[in-house]
């Protein structure tokens, strides 16, 4: 130590290894700064260049040539009473080292964020600013003999190599805003215990010759000129790589802030919209619920004076039948209006209740057979008043069925009475058969008419509440058009659905279709 702290107080320049040092150090520092800019920046492209590896080069030149320079610098403040010069390819030639050695360090160092990588990134770059010092020196064209330390030579070589893996390693680890500093401290250190203490290591001993300066090789005052220059390239590439990266810098701190100030404010309308709409829902299901609530009232309101009406209808129908048949047929009049009313009223309540959810599905034994058979004879009568053929097919495998046989027997007569409505005088068949699907049993029942069909763009709106085929139709054949759509909802409650095929002017067929066993989850849902 004491040989090393001889030769930089009198065997060198104070005010020039300051400079050097300040070069070092600024170099080094901005090295580790724009490594950080390049890991920020990764593989983005600007144009055709990958701005990280740009980023990461750069890193490498400004090391590379700080760490030229500030040899070199050093070395016009190295005075031992001798004149020096310096040649031409050890001078040069160790800038390309140098530049070719820091350049692949740092490249490698951001191209992984392997721990033992990086660390092998800074030995190169340790082995780099060896090599560089040792050919540089060995340039020196001196009237005088070199002799070397070989203890201080191999110290020299071991402080730079751990301090600049040191260096990396540190970088790697941190998460310090102020790493680039820190490491870029390391790095400095790396250089300086590298070129003191390798110079503390050589001795030159006159040997009485003149000294000279060989062609083509430079004076100590001309390398301090070439040498300055240099440093004031390294300059200039620290400080506009500094006044960049805080340029950058600010301008990511300000779109951060942007975008933080629009996440809260889209965060904040978000939020708005959310509360009204969760209003709104309230709003919209105590609506319903009252609405649910109008319409079992009036359901009850309504039927209770209609099945009077249609009880006592029937009664003066009875009385007066072979009597009077002029008031007998008043009073079927009479019972024919009011099921005709109950039957709508009844129509409204079943698309109330399914829209409230408030639908009960309940699961019992049931005879396929006997079903279709029952639809058929319940609209029997009105077939026959419009001299509507009723046909009806059952397969011989329809078996039984374990569903809400109510529901399944409300959308066939559904199903049947809008073929009778469409079909008068013509043809309304029923066919009924069992299929297996995927290992489940399904009741499969067809209803086709014979009457005036539908066209394509009828049939996509044909399944909506309170929607018929056409406007026209409502005002010739009646109808809500609420039929289908319970049809439809109940046959999907039920695990099943309804199709159509029509053709206009050929007729139209309903296929109901619902599974003969009622699925658990159906049943669940119902609920």
């Not at 030769?7 to 005010?15: A, K, R, S, V």
């Not at 290894?17 to 700064?33: D, E, H, N, P, Q």
């Not at 509507?388 to 529901?407: H, S, V, W």
């Not at 759509?485 to 659905?497: E, Q």
Request: proline letters at 2%.
């Amino acid at each position: 130590m004491l040989r090393v702290f001889t030769c930089i107080t009198q065997e060198h320049n104070l005010w020039l290894l300051g400079f050097a040092a300040l070069i070092c150090g600024l170099t080094s520092i901005s090295a580790f700064a724009m490594l950080e800019r390049a890991k920020a920046r990764g593989d983005s492209v600007m144009g055709s260049v990958n701005m990280g590896r740009l980023w990461a080069l750069a890193a490498g030149a400004t090391a590379g040539l700080g760490v030229w320079a500030t040899h070199f610098v050093a070395m016009t403040a190295y005075d031992v009473g001798l004149p020096l010069g310096f040649a031409l390819l050890p001078l040069f030639g160790s800038l390309a080292i140098s530049l070719a050695l820091q350049i692949s360090a740092f490249y490698l160092a951001h191209r992984t964020d392997n721990l033992t990588w990086r660390v092998g990134a800074g030995c190169a770059a340790g082995l780099g600013i060896i090599v560089m010092h040792y050919v540089g020196t060995f340039g020196i064209e001196a009237g005088a003999i070199m002799q070397w330390e070989a203890d201080l030579v191999g110290a020299s070589v071991a402080m730079s190599v751990l301090f600049a893996a040191f260096a990396f390693g540190l970088f790697s680890l941190s998460s310090h805003r102020l790493r680039a500093l820190h490491a870029g401290a390391v790095l400095l250190l790396a250089i300086c215990a590298l070129h003191f203490t390798a110079m503390s290591a050589l001795t030159l001993v006159p040997t009485g010759a003149a000294s000279t300066v060989a062609p083509g090789g430079l004076s100590q005052a001309m390398l301090g000129v070439v040498v300055g220059f240099a440093a004031l390239i390294c300059l200039i590439a620290a400080l506009t790589a500094a006044m960049a990266d805080l340029y950058l810098s600010d301008r990511q701190r300000l779109e951060n802030i942007r975008l933080r100030d629009t996440v809260a404010a889209r965060t904040a309308e978000l939020t708005s919209l959310a509360e009204a709409q969760t209003k709104l829902t309230e709003r919209a299901e105590a609506a319903n619920k009252a609405k649910s609530q109008f319409m079992a009232n009036m359901s009850h309101e309504l039927r209770t004076p209609l099945n009077a009406i249609i009880g006592y209808g029937e009664m003066l129908q009875e009385d007066h039948e072979g009597v009077n048949e002029q008031t007998a047929e008043d009073a079927q009049r009479i019972v024919a209006a009011a099921q005709h009313l109950l039957a709508i009223i009844n129509d409204v309540l079943d698309i109330s209740k399914i829209d409230a959810g408030r639908v009960d599905v309940e699961s019992i034994p049931f005879s396929a057979s006997t079903l279709a058979h029952e639809a058929i004879h319940t609209v029997r009568p009105a077939a026959a008043a419009d001299q509507t053929n009723l046909r009806i097919f059952l397969a011989p495998n329809l078996g039984d069925g374990d569903n809400d046989a109510f529901k399944i027997k409300q959308c066939l007569l559904n199903l049947l009475s809008n073929a009778l409505k469409f079909s008068k005088g013509g043809t309304v068949t029923l066919r009924a058969r069992r299929d297996m699907r995927a290992g489940h049993a399904w009741l499969v029942f067809e209803v086709a008419d014979s009457g005036i069909g539908m066209s394509a763009e009828q049939v996509e709106r044909l399944f909506q509440p309170f929607t018929q085929a056409d406007a026209s139709i409502t005002r010739k054949f009646g109808g809500t058009g609420l039929g289908l759509s319970i049809t439809r909802n109940y046959a999907r409650l039920l695990g099943g659905d309804v199709t159509v095929r029509s053709t206009l002017g050929e007729g139209s067929r309903f296929t109901l279709t619902v599974p003969a066993v009622l699925a658990a989850e159906e049943a669940r849902a119902a609920a």
